[in-house]
């Protein structure tokens, strides 16, 4: 495994078939924070400007269009139309999509995690990529495909990663200039976090106005 940062630099996010089809069917994952995940991680690619790439099955297939979600964030970003294949790199408008971003780290999420997902990760990983697989924003029929699933792709050599950790990485640092880029992913899809942080402040408004 590379020690070297993931930064938007040396990137590409590559989002696999998150399809409003498949969503009915998952699994392995709540649906709603599954969604919340993705978008999230779509998020992160847009804001910190790293490379993206989209794809989906053709429209006609019973898996339908992608996530409305996903949509509004990516707006008119390109969406490549595989036909039948698994394996996204046997596709080539999406392996030439990938080699035109520059980037050899490639950070994929996608459905179903046992199938287009695997089989695209194994096929980045036989094109020499540096492969990390974002496991939150992935998801299964079962708890138990996608585990295997994701065994499988470890064992193959992809890393494992979440995409908040991975936005975290983006960021580097809270005093960076893209920190309300941070923030703002924090508020809208870690509301843990981001109620920890509202927190803190009323805590400092209260201090003061008490001085």
């Given at each position: 495994m590379s020690l070297e940062p993931l930064t938007?630099?040396?990137?590409?996010?590559?989002?696999?078939?998150?399809?409003?089809?498949?969503?009915?069917?998952?699994r392995s994952h709540d649906t709603a924070?599954?969604?919340?995940?993705?978008?999230g991680l779509a998020k992160t690619a847009v804001l910190y400007?790293?490379?993206?790439?989209?794809?989906n099955g053709l429209p006609s297939k019973p898996s339908g269009p992608l996530?409305?979600?996903?949509?509004?964030?990516?707006?008119?970003?390109?969406?490549?139309?595989r036909g039948g294949n698994f394996n996204g790199f046997l596709d080539e408008g999406f392996a030439e999509a990938v080699r035109r971003?520059?980037?050899?780290?490639?950070?994929?999420?996608?459905v179903s995690t046992e199938g287009?997902?695997?089989?695209?990760?194994?096929?980045?990983?036989?094109?020499?990529?540096?492969?990390?697989?974002?496991v939150d924003a992935s998801a299964?029929?079962?708890?138990?495909?996608?585990?295997?699933?994701?065994?499988?792709?470890?064992q193959a050599g992809a890393v494992p990663v979440t995409w908040f950790s991975l936005a975290g990485?983006?960021?580097?640092?809270?005093?960076?200039?893209?920190?309300?880029?941070?923030?703002?992913?924090m508020r809208e899809h870690v509301a843990t976090m981001g109620m920890g942080v509202q927190s803190y402040l009323a805590a400092l408004d209260q201090a003061k106005a008490a001085v």
């Open positions: 938007p630099a040396n990137t590409t996010i590559v989002l696999v078939d998150h399809a409003v089809g498949f969503a009915n069917v998952l924070a599954h969604i919340n995940n993705v978008v400007q790293s490379g993206l790439v989209v794809t996530y409305p979600q996903l949509l509004e964030v990516i707006g008119d970003h390109p969406v490549i139309e971003t520059g980037r050899r780290k490639l950070a994929i999420a996608g287009c997902v695997l089989q695209t990760v194994l096929g980045a990983l036989r094109e020499g990529y540096e492969v990390y697989l974002v299964s029929v079962t708890a138990e495909t996608h585990a295997v699933a994701v065994q499988r792709m470890v990485e983006f960021q580097v640092d809270h005093r960076y200039p893209t920190a309300p880029h941070y923030q703002r992913l």
